[in-house]
């Protein structure tokens, strides 16, 4: 049902209504858990805002379409690409996004095919990481985003690939170079994953493009970037949140105007 309204009226209203409960509930089961709820709904709000009129948005794991749709519904101008490994939630995707610019690959530093993991009871946790139990497991090609994009302007991007970001990361070191774009991304867990990864290493990656990693709510402020004890400290419970924005230092004054443009600060 939710993979049907999804980019619909009433979809987008049932959206709205969730969050609305999401704030409301917050002090009243886990107030623990507000700072990350908080932090996920302003996310939500920004990565639809966040791209120039004219631009282009870059969706890594599109999964059922929500973030795609929502940027296309806000700014209709903006150039829509997206990336999505799982076969069947990519013909839908095509199906039903025809503005989309689609890739039916996963995403990581070196191309090739590999194992890719399904949960068919929750498909928003596909994964390369292996080491999950009760998963399908389908083989995919792998595609490095410099080779997909060697020459396209992207001004913004969303990744959220279940641990395997840092690899789709290194695999589009020069798309990232040459644009600057502004990287809403998840990051969950402590420790390195199967794949090698963690969230040390993933800032430690911006760091060395010049990259600074802040929250959600701390994106139209001036406040300073998240230091990597501070940024791995965010990974313990209670977590401050799994969605974060890495931002180029030299589009951090631009990045924070639209940030507050978007939020309804200016």
């Not at 309204?5 to 209504?17: H, I, M, R």
């Not at 990361?169 to 990051?187: A, Q």
């Not at 180029?248 to 990045?255: A, G, P, Q, T, Y």
Request: include cysteine; proline fraction near 6%.
């Amino acid at each position: 049902m939710r993979e049907a309204l999804v980019g619909t009226g009433p979809g987008n209203f049932l959206l709205a209504v969730r969050r609305w409960r999401q704030l409301r509930g917050i002090s009243l089961r886990n107030p623990e858990k507000s700072g990350m709820i908080a932090n996920a709904l302003i996310a939500d709000k920004l990565i639809q805002r966040l791209c120039a009129p004219h631009g282009a948005f870059l969706d890594i794991g599109a999964h059922v379409g929500s973030v795609l749709s929502s940027v296309h519904r806000v700014d209709g101008t903006v150039k829509i690409f997206a990336i999505e490994a799982d076969p069947r939630k990519a013909a839908k995707l095509r199906k039903k996004f025809p503005f989309c610019t689609l890739f039916e690959v996963a995403v990581g530093e070196e191309t090739g095919r590999a194992e890719f993991f399904v949960n068919p009871a929750a498909t928003g946790y596909n994964t390369l990481v292996p080491g999950h139990e009760n998963r399908e497991t389908i083989t995919v090609p792998i595609a490095r985003l410099d080779d997909l994009l060697p020459d396209a302007r992207i001004d913004l991007i969303k990744i959220d690939i279940e641990g395997a970001e840092l690899g789709a990361l290194r695999g589009g070191k020069n798309l990232i170079r040459r644009n600057g774009p502004t990287i809403m991304f998840e990051s969950c867990g402590t420790g390195l994953n199967a794949l090698g990864y963690s969230p040390e290493l993933l800032w430690r990656w911006f760091h060395d493009m010049d990259y600074v990693v802040v929250t959600p709510d701390r994106l139209a402020h001036e406040a300073p970037p998240l230091a990597l004890e501070t940024f791995l400290d965010a990974h313990h419970y209670p977590f401050r949140s799994q969605n974060f924005f890495a931002v180029s230092r030299e589009r951090s004054d631009e990045i924070r105007s639209r940030a507050r443009e978007s939020l309804g600060m200016n």
